[in-house]
C-alpha cells in the first residue's frame, strides 16, 4: 500500500470550472500536508500547505484536511490554462519525520 | 532569504561515464538535503538524505552514490552510468520551522 495516493489522472477541466484534487495517506500521525506543482520540465514548487482540519483558502487555492479520513484535497477556482501542470500531495510522516510524496495528478485546463 | 542552486541544467553523457551532481544551499545553516530521481511522467523517487555532514541515508541501492563534504553542499555522483540512470534529478532542502521542502531546478540526465 503506498503511503501516499493521488489519482494519477490525467484531469480535464474546462476554463473557469473548480478542478479538484484528491490525495489520501496512511501515516496517521501524519502532520503536515502540501501541495506543490510541478509544471512540465520544472521542478516542484510549493503553493500551499495545511496542518489542522478544515479548509485554508490562498487566492483561487482552496486546501482541505480532514485527518479522521486521512484525506487531503485542493481546489482551483475558475481554472486557467496557466494551471495545467502535475499536480504533488506531500505528507510530512510523524514517524519517518520525511515529506513522503504522491506520484502526481497531471491537470489539464481547456481554453 | 534561502536559496538552493543545482547544476549542470541539462547533460548528456555515455554509458560507462562518471557523473557529479552538485547543489549548494544558500541563506541557511545545517539544512536537511535531498536527491530526487523523476523519470519521465513519473512522480519522485527519494535516492538519498543527509542530516548533516557526512552523514547520508540511502533510500535505493543502486550504482549512484551521494557526498556532504560541507554544510551546505551535497553532491551525487556515479562511477559509471548506466541507461537507466536517464532522469531528472533534483535536489531539495528543508530546515528550520517548516517541514516543506525546497527544490533546485534540476538537472535532466540523459545517458546515451
Known amino acids: 500500500q503506498k503511503e501516499v495516493e493521488q489519482n494519477s489522472g490525467p484531469l480535464s477541466v474546462p476554463e473557469g470550472a473548480i478542478a479538484s484534487l484528491n490525495c489520501t495517506y496512511s501515516d496517521r500521525v501524519s502532520q503536515s500536508f502540501f501541495w506543490y506543482r510541478q509544471y512540465s520540465g520544472k521542478s516542484p514548487e510549493l503553493i500551499m500547505s495545511?496542518?489542522?482540519?478544515g479548509d485554508k483558502e490562498d487566492g483561487r487555492f482552496t486546501a482541505q484536511l480532514n485527518k479522521a479520513s486521512q484525506y487531503v484535497s485542493l481546489l482551483i477556482r475558475d481554472s486557467q490554462p496557466s494551471d495545467s501542470a502535475t499536480y504533488l500531495c506531500?505528507?510530512?510522516?510523524?514517524?519517518?519525520?520525511?515529506?513522503?510524496f504522491g506520484s502526481g495528478t497531471q491537470l489539464t485546463v481547456l481554453p | 532569504s534561502q536559496t538552493i542552486h543545482q547544476w549542470p541544467a541539462t547533460l548528456v553523457q555515455p554509458v560507462g561515464s562518471p557523473l557529479s551532481l552538485e547543489c549548494t544551499v544558500e541563506?541557511?545553516?545545517?539544512?536537511?538535503l535531498y536527491w530526487y530521481r523523476q523519470a519521465a511522467g513519473r512522480g519522485l523517487q527519494l535516492l538519498f538524505y543527509?542530516?548533516?555532514?557526512?552523514?547520508i541515508s540511502s533510500e535505493v541501492p543502486q550504482n549512484l552514490s551521494a557526498s556532504r563534504p560541507q554544510d551546505r553542499q551535497f553532491i551525487l555522483s556515479s562511477k559509471t552510468l548506466l541507461l537507466s540512470d536517464s532522469g531528472f534529478y533534483l535536489c531539495?532542502?528543508?530546515?528550520?520551522?517548516?517541514?516543506?521542502?525546497?527544490f533546485g531546478s534540476g538537472t535532466r540526465l540523459t545517458v546515451v
Open positions: 541563506g541557511t545553516s545545517n539544512p536537511n
Open positions: 506531500a505528507v510530512f510522516s510523524g514517524s519517518a519525520r520525511q515529506l513522503t
Open positions: 543527509s542530516i548533516g555532514i557526512g552523514q
Open positions: 495545511i496542518y489542522s482540519n
Open positions: 531539495a532542502w528543508s530546515g528550520g520551522m517548516s517541514q516543506d521542502y525546497t
